[in-house]
C-alpha cells in the first residue's frame, strides 16, 4: 500500500509538471518591395449610333496604347480583358453604350510607377476612364520568405517565454503545441492611406502562437 501510494503520488506530481507550461505569440515583420504591378483600365462611351461609338473606343484604345508605349511599354503589356454593349432609351432616343477593359501587367514596377503618376492624361486625351480603378502592387516572393521568418517569429516567442519563465523561477523546455498564423501583406508603416493609392512598398507580418513547456 505504501509503495503503491508513492508511485500515485510520483505520478501526480510528474503529470502536474507537464501541465505547466506558457502560451506565447511571436512576431516576425519584413519590408519587402513587390515584384508585380498590374493595372485594369476600364472605359467607356456612347451615342445614338453603334458604329459612332464603336469609333470612339477604337480611337480611346489605340490612345491608351500609345500611352503606354510612350513610356516604354510593348503592346504584349496590354491584353483585353473584356467589352459590354449595352443599349436602352432615354428621353426617346435609343442610346448604345459600350464599356471595354484593358489589363496591363509588368514586372517592371519603377515604370509602373512613372505610368500611374501619369494615368490622368488618359482624360486629357480623351479617355473616359472609370473611377476607382488605378495601378495595383503585388508581393509575389511570399514563399521564399515564409521559412526564414517562421523560425523569426518562433525565436520572439521563445524569447517572450523566456522572460516570463523567468519571473516565474522556471525554465523554458520543449513547445508543447504551435499554431503558424496567417501571412498578411499590406502598405508599410506610413504609407498608402486614404486617397494614396497602392504604392509598391509592402510590410509582410506573420504571428505564431506557440506553447512551451515550464521545467
Known amino acids: 500500500m505504501i509503495a503503491g501510494g508513492y508511485l500515485l503520488g510520483d505520478g501526480l506530481l510528474r503529470a502536474k509538471a507537464a501541465d505547466r507550461a506558457v502560451t506565447v505569440r511571436g512576431l516576425a515583420e519584413r519590408d519587402v518591395t513587390a515584384d508585380l504591378a498590374t493595372w485594369t483600365i476600364s472605359y467607356s462611351a456612347e451615342g445614338p449610333s453603334l458604329q459612332a461609338v464603336q469609333a470612339e473606343m477604337d480611337r480611346d484604345t489605340e490612345t491608351i496604347y500609345a500611352f503606354f508605349r510612350e513610356a516604354g511599354f510593348d503592346a504584349d503589356a496590354l491584353s483585353p480583358s473584356g467589352v459590354n454593349v449595352n443599349e436602352y432609351v432615354r428621353n426617346g432616343q435609343r442610346i448604345t453604350s459600350i464599356s471595354q477593359r484593358l489589363h496591363f501587367r509588368t514586372d517592371d514596377i519603377e515604370g509602373a510607377e512613372r505610368v500611374a ?13 472609370s473611377d476607382g480603378s488605378g495601378m495595383t502592387y503585388t508581393f509575389t516572393g511570399l514563399n521564399e520568405i515564409k521559412p526564414e521568418m517562421i523560425a523569426e517569429a518562433t525565436r520572439d516567442a521563445r524569447a517572450g517565454a523566456e522572460r516570463f519563465a523567468e519571473d516565474s523561477g522556471t525554465n523554458v523546455g520543449s513547445i508543447k503545441t504551435a499554431t503558424q498564423g496567417y501571412f498578411s501583406i499590406g502598405a508599410r508603416d506610413g504609407e498608402g492611406g486614404y486617397g494614396a493609392g497602392d504604392r ?14 515550464l521545467d
Not at 117 to 129: C, D, I, P, T, W
Not at 200 to 213: A, E, H, M, N
Open 200 to 213: 509598391p512598398g509592402k510590410k509582410v507580418r506573420v504571428v505564431t502562437t506557440i506553447q512551451f513547456y
Open 117 to 129: 503618376e501619369r494615368q490622368f492624361e488618359l482624360a486629357r486625351r480623351g479617355v473616359s476612364v
